[in-house]
RNA sequence: GGCGUCUUAGCCAAGUGGUAAGGCAUGGGACUGCAACUCCCUGAGCGACGGUUCAAAUCCGCCAGACGCCUCCA
């Protein structure tokens, strides 16, 4: 398997600390408001990472904190009149539903900063002892140049960052690059105490304890958005190397940007969206399938016009599997019927290994999401145009098997529950075949017209009449 | 100013040396009472120019355009 490891710019082969074990970790957000598309980018692709790894036989302990001490919380707490933890907590409850509609697994831990300030204040005390950090007026400082390999990640070099006039002037610090490590209080705001008085840790060091309680000294995978590169995780490996004097992480991810209308998202733009919002005219699925169809190290655009063709695209293969399902039901009943394989149906198994693999090595190669989407579609077609209710069981269990867990893998979810008519709607549909028998059309159409507006699509198969809500 | 990325059909998007996957949309056809679903058919020489090579969308150079980071940000 092959990881674009941010550290290297390079591809390189994937090989983890313990054989069958991986130890990731992935940025999470600040939790001050519901969660934008930009976020649900990670959140997706790095649960599909996940999903590739177990899939494939490792166990993943996946850590995603939430950052519920920052500014900008404190800001829309302060506006709102309410405590931050009060906001944290409700932005919370708001992530964790997000989620669940893009179907993202839970984090193994899901670390909160605020219940880890023990753990940050002992960090930044190793690293005032190993003379990688001060303290001037109640506010600590990493020394950034005590860190010879600054930039590493980046790319950048000390001495051009220096010369760059972006940096503020900070009398107390040593050296303008100097970053917070631990900050004093300020009226209103949320504090600790600490050996260097009350006051709150700076958004750098909280990743670092987190990630080293929950998945030791060296990890496998660290990942995140792109801007998150400098400083976040420039700073990051500052901080836990000139702890450990290990490698933090053997591989840094990072996903590209979601832009709207080929712009940046963002709030003055006014082509800001939340997920929330996406979902009232989109299911969560279709949001997902949409991020999955660019490789995630890629620029996404969303537009109504991608998210169309990603509705269409999907529903088809929903549409392939329960027609699966649906026939797969007319066997079970005749249990005596064609069971095994035919010798013609041994050719498609084939072929349907063959596709397999082709996803498989899609993903293999950095988690090419796009390309491995591409099995799937040529597994719909294989089905679509191969199979009925005359097919062996045998073959539908096999197809229908292979589509879902490739469905799985990508965490889509296509299979829909089973859902119950309404007599009246029962009554109704019934009326329209008989309608339809004594050829009175005009009549079938406006019941079907009825149930369009209830919601309720009616489909005229073969294989009878078939209803979908809408 | 520094660092970096991208440019493939109407739209989206794979492909990184051997002669362009896939999806959506469009048009035509089959199926259907009509639809829907499904199936078949339908389209590009890969931003421009120059170079390397037997051979380039794929390597090099240059130009143009879009974009990101350097500051809170996924």
């Known amino acids: ?9 390079k591809k390189e082969e994937f090989i983890p600390i313990e054989k069958e074990k991986i130890r990731m970790y992935v940025c999470g957000p600040t939790v001050y408001n519901y969660i934008h598309i930009g976020n ?15 899939y494939k036989g490792y166990q993943v302990n996946y850590v995603s904190n939430f950052t519920d001490v920052d500014d900008k919380i404190i800001a829309r707490a302060n506006e709102e009149g309410i405590d931050p933890t ?39 005390t190793e690293l005032i002892e190993k003379k990688h950090a001060y303290e001037k007026n109640g506010t600590v400082y990493f020394r950034t140049r005590s860190f010879p390999q600054y930039g590493k990640l980046s790319k950048k070099k000390i001495d051009e960052l220096e010369a760059g006039s972006r940096i503020a002037v900070n009398d107390e610090k040593e ?27 700076g958004w750098h060091i909280e990743c670092s304890v987190m990630s080293r309680k929950y998945l030791g000294d060296e990890i496998d995978i660290h990942a995140g958005g792109e801007d998150l590169i400098f400083p976040h995780h420039e700073n990051e490996i500052a901080q836990t190397e000139s702890c450990t004097e290990k490698e933090f992480a053997r591989y840094w991810m990072h996903n590209a940007f979601i832009n709207v209308d080929h ?29 999955l169809s660019v490789h995630y190290r890629s620029p996404i655009n969303f537009s109504k016009e991608s998210m169309e063709a990603s509705k269409n695209g999907l529903t088809r293969i929903q549409t392939a599997i329960e027609q699966l399902e649906y026939f797969k039901q007319i066997k079970e009943k005749n249990q005596m019927q064609n069971i095994k394989l035919t010798d013609q149906e041994k050719v498609l ?45 045998e073959m539908l269990q ?21 859902e119950s008519l309404e007599q009246e709607v029962e009554r109704l549909i019934a009326t329209r075949q008989e309608a339809r028998k004594a050829k009175d059309f005009a009549k079938a159409d406006e019941i079907r017209k009825t149930l369009a507006d209830m919601g309720i699509l009616l489909e005229d198969t073969r294989e009878g009449v078939k209803w979908k809500r809408i």
């Not at 398997?1 to 710019?9: C, F, W």
């Not at 993903?363 to 579609?377: G, L, R, S, V």
Request: with cysteine.
């Open 1 to 9: 398997m092959k990881i674009y490891n941010t550290l290297t710019r």
């Open 40 to 54: 649900a980018r990670p959140l997706v692709v790095f649960d599909t990472v996940r999903r590739y790894f177990e």
């Open 86 to 124: 009060q906001l944290s907590e409700r932005y919370i409850k708001e992530f964790q539903k997000d989620t669940k509609g893009l179907n993202v697994k839970p984090a193994t831990v899901h670390p909160r900063a605020t219940l880890e300030i023990d753990g940050m204040i002992e960090m930044i």
């Open 175 to 201: 050296d303008p690059l100097d970053f917070v490590l631990w900050k004093p209080k300020k009226e209103g705001e949320p504090f600790w105490n600490s050996p260097w008085g009350e006051g709150r840790p």
């Open 263 to 291: 712009k940046k998202m963002s709030k003055s733009e006014g082509n800001f969206f939340t997920v929330r919002e996406i979902e009232e005219s989109y299911p969560y699925s279709v949001l997902r399938f949409f991020l």
């Open 349 to 393: 198994v084939q072929e349907i290994e063959e596709w397999n693999q082709k996803f498989d090595m899609a993903m293999e190669d950095d988690f090419n999401t796009a390309d491995a989407i591409t099995a799937i579609f040529e597994l719909v077609r294989l089905a679509n145009t191969n199979l009925s209710a005359n097919s062996s069981l």
């Open 398 to 418: 096999i197809t229908s098997f292979k589509l879902l867990s490739l469905c799985d893998i990508l965490g889509l979810e296509v299979l829909k529950k089973k």
